[in-house]
T-cell receptor, first 114, second 112 residues
Framework: AQSVTQLDSHVSVSEGTPVLLRCNYSSSYSPSLFWYVQHPNKGLQLLLKYTSAATLVKGINGFEAEFKKSETSFHLTKPSAHMSDAAEYFC????????????FGQGTTLQVKP | DTEVTQTPKHLVMGMTNKKSLKCEQH?????MYWYKQKAKKPPELMFVYSYEKLSINESVPSRFSPECPNSSLLNLHLHALQPEDSALYLC???????????FGQGTRLTVV
């Protein structure tokens, strides 16, 4: 069975400093992995995706993530946080087969301090 | 057009009312989804439609009734809801079942 663990429920950084949001996954096959961002009272926006091509994936708004199979990790990073990055972030793994089911982590709240 | 459009944005309904949520996409996606999201929680899958047929029902109570009139539209009919059904309802679509999903902005539902 697939599962996702986001290692931090809350991360606080200062504006202009690096961001690291940690995600570990469990999957019995080669998964597709995603990071989504959700601003308050909004829908989810896809930041980036890994689908077995390059292990370093670049996304929107300066975010990137590295797929590490040996560590079963897919951590999200950004070199310099901006106030507008404050939001909820979800690490997501695709379910088995072609069902469309997505397995969500519990989310990480990113706070950016001025 | 990379948008999933949901209407209405906000809905307040009584426990005896019947209402519908609507979702539309014009990306040619063949899979469409309904999710329910409570505050401070990840979205929970409710239904999956694949090629306009219901493929997954995650044991959702019958007071929620999905409908897929065509490949671009997805409805969620609501009847006799309970206050605990108050939540953000998200629609999503994907090209196929194993590709990334695009989400709408959601409908904030309050049951009184």
């Amino acid at each position: 069975a697939q599962s996702v663990t986001q290692l931090d429920s809350h991360v606080s950084v200062s504006e202009g400093t690096p961001v690291l949001l940690r995600c570990n996954y469990s999957s019995s096959y080669s998964p597709s992995l995603f990071w989504y961002v959700q601003h308050p009272n909004k829908g989810l926006q896809l930041l980036l995706k890994y689908t077995s091509a390059a292990t370093l994936v670049k996304g929107i708004n300066g975010f990137e993530a590295e797929f590490k199979k040996s560590e079963t990790s897919f951590h999200l990073t950004k070199p310099s946080a901006h106030m507008s990055d404050a939001a909820e972030y979800f690490c997501v793994v695709s379910g088995s087969g072609n069902t469309g089911k997505l397995i969500f982590g519990q989310g990480t709240t990113l706070q950016v301090k001025p | 057009d990379t948008e999933v459009t949901q209407t209405p944005k906000h809905l307040v309904m009584g426990m005896t009312n019947k209402k519908s949520l609507k979702c539309e996409q014009h990306m040619g996606h063949r899979a469409m989804y309904w999710y329910k999201q409570k505050a401070k929680k990840p979205p929970e899958l409710m239904f999956v439609y694949s090629y306009e047929k219901l493929s997954i029902n995650e044991s959702v109570p019958s007071r929620f009734s999905p409908e897929c009139p065509n490949s671009s539209l997805l409805n969620l009919h609501l009847h006799a809801l309970q206050p605990e059904d108050s939540a953000l309802y998200l629609c999503a679509s994907s090209l196929q079942g194993n590709t990334e999903a695009f989400f709408g902005q959601g409908t904030r539902l309050t049951v009184v």
